[in-house]
């Protein structure tokens, strides 16, 4: 079993449409838990950090259920501009040591 | 504020030959990342510093793939010879740790093909 698993899609909607992507992971003593965005041929870049409690950025909404070792993001009103690959990241270690496990990333378009 | 800067952008050359892909952190960052992309596999942390010292270094695939960090505001990933399935985007990411994980932030990458 993969240690960061998603769904890769591709999810093709019309503009204003609400997607949500799911993602699992497989070490329950998980800490950190964050959302990167790629888009082609660019560097992943951070989205949002997933807090406990669930947290939302403007059209963007994280939430995280550690029972069930599961992690969501929601965007709601989907422009254009938001067609890219979403990546689910986890931090499998507690303390100083940052290493960052990957999904493979759900790919996203948004179409007129 | 200056990124994680790369270098090369892009770098082609034939197998056998001795690639070099170099990193500058975000300064004041203290752990330093270099990961592979590819179709295939995703990606993947080859190998992890902090404080310059050498962390992980489990995902390096082999002895022809060494890296260096000789001080905190460099570090190089060398390749030595070079095969075709090297061929791959490197990324170099950095972050500051503490007692808090602090989200990686990534550098444009090398693109890299091997002949």
């Known amino acids: 079993r993969k240690e960061v698993e998603q769904d890769p899609g591709p999810f093709n909607v019309p503009e204003g449409a609400t997607v949500a992507f799911n993602c699992t992971y497989s070490?329950?003593?998980?800490?950190?838990f964050f959302w990167y965005r790629q888009d082609c041929r660019k560097e992943p870049k951070l989205l949002m950090s997933v807090y406990s409690s669930g947290n939302e950025d403007g059209r963007f909404t994280a939430q995280l259920n550690r029972a069930s070792q599961y992690i969501s993001l929601l965007i709601r009103d989907s422009k254009l501009s938001d067609s890219a690959t979403y990546l689910c990241?986890?931090?499998?270690?507690?303390?100083?040591?940052?290493?960052?496990?990957f999904g493979a990333g759900t790919r996203l378009a948004v179409h007129p | 504020d200056a990124g994680v800067i790369q270098s090369p952008r892009h770098e082609v050359t034939e197998m056998g030959q001795e690639v070099t892909l170099r990193c500058k952190p975000i300064?004041?960052?203290?752990?330093l990342f270099w990961y592979r992309q590819t179709m295939m596999r995703g990606l993947e942390l080859l190998i992890y510093?902090?404080?310059?010292?050498?962390?992980?270094d489990s995902g390096m695939p082999e002895d022809r793939f060494s890296a260096k960090m000789p001080n905190a505001s460099f570090s190089t990933l060398k390749i030595q010879p070079s095969e075709p399935r090297d061929s791959a985007v490197y990324f170099c990411a950095s972050s500051y740790d503490g007692e808090v994980h602090q989200p990686q932030h990534f550098g444009d990458g090398t693109r890299l093909s091997i002949l």
């Open positions: 070490n329950s003593a998980s800490q950190s």
């Open positions: 990241v986890v931090n499998p270690s507690s303390g100083g040591y940052n290493k960052l496990i």
């Open positions: 300064s004041g960052h203290n752990s």
């Open positions: 510093f902090n404080n310059n010292v050498p962390i992980d």
